[in-house]
């Protein structure tokens, strides 16, 4: 299945692994299974084996005798795909949320990891060292957060700074797109595939108030989806894996 307008990769034994792993609580399965479960997917084994044995060397995996599991590292990741997928919000009241870099850091490391964790808190950049967003989530665990010093107020204009920040029309669009993706895929493989794609851009939701989304937005529906063919894929995998 290809359609180059939509986040679609192609499915590689790490692809695979980590959509076994990151959609699983807890984290972790046998070896064996997994490699059941991959080329039950179209994977070769030897390829699921190498790519096992390389995760552990780079830090994705841990292994404990036949069993692997994911590092502190992936399970961040994971924690805030559980958060995407159903994020905790408070009443929004027209208050913005401003993080403002007021200390810096030398290493160019440390500054690439704050900017990445404020995306990943849905933040927007107003400008250098300026992000915000709507003040209707939960309070955001940001990396290296003692550099932020943070300020709640009310812009002039907040439908054009959504826009600009947040551009919603264009998630709307891929998010509508890639529905009928999914609807149209019929083989497991190419599921799982579309399904990734899917997730990718639930955690790319900048999680707006209402009033700053096109109507009709298809976030409910996305993460649905998402949820009916997690529950579909756990049932093809509990044969294997668990």
């Excluded at 208050?95 to 870099?101: Q, S």
């Excluded at 209402?210 to 509990?238: I, N, V």
Aim: proline residues 7%.
């Amino acid at each position: 299945m290809v359609q180059n307008s939509l986040p679609f990769r192609r499915l590689t034994a790490r692809s695979a692994i980590l959509s076994v792993l990151l959609g699983a609580h807890p984290a972790q399965a046998p070896a064996a299974a997994i490699v059941h479960l991959a080329t039950e997917l179209g994977l070769q084994e030897s390829t699921v084996r190498a790519a096992l044995t390389r995760m552990v060397s780079a830090g994705d995996l841990e292994r404990d005798d036949a069993t692997y599991r994911l590092t502190p590292r992936l399970l961040g990741r994971q924690k805030l795909q559980d958060l995407a997928i159903d994020p905790m919000l408070r009443p929004y009241d027209g208050h913005w949320r401003l993080a403002i870099v007021t200390t810096g850091a030398d290493a160019a490391a440390d500054r690439t990891l704050l900017r990445e964790s404020l995306q990943a808190n849905k933040f927007g950049e107003v400008r250098e060292g300026v992000w915000g967003r709507p003040d209707n989530l939960m309070t955001p665990r940001i990396t290296a957060g003692h550099r932020l010093t943070y300020v709640t107020g009310r812009p002039d204009d907040p439908d054009e700074l959504a826009a600009r920040l947040f551009r919603p029309a264009a998630w709307a669009d891929i998010a509508t797109r890639l529905l009928a993706a999914l609807d149209g895929a019929d083989r497991m493989r190419d599921r799982l595939e579309v399904a990734a794609g899917v997730v990718r851009h639930i955690m790319r939701d900048p999680i707006l108030p209402a009033e700053f989304l096109p109507q009709p937005w298809p976030g409910a529906d996305l993460r649905s989806a998402y949820r009916d063919f997690r529950a579909e894929f756990t049932a093809f995998a509990s044969t294997y894996v668990w």
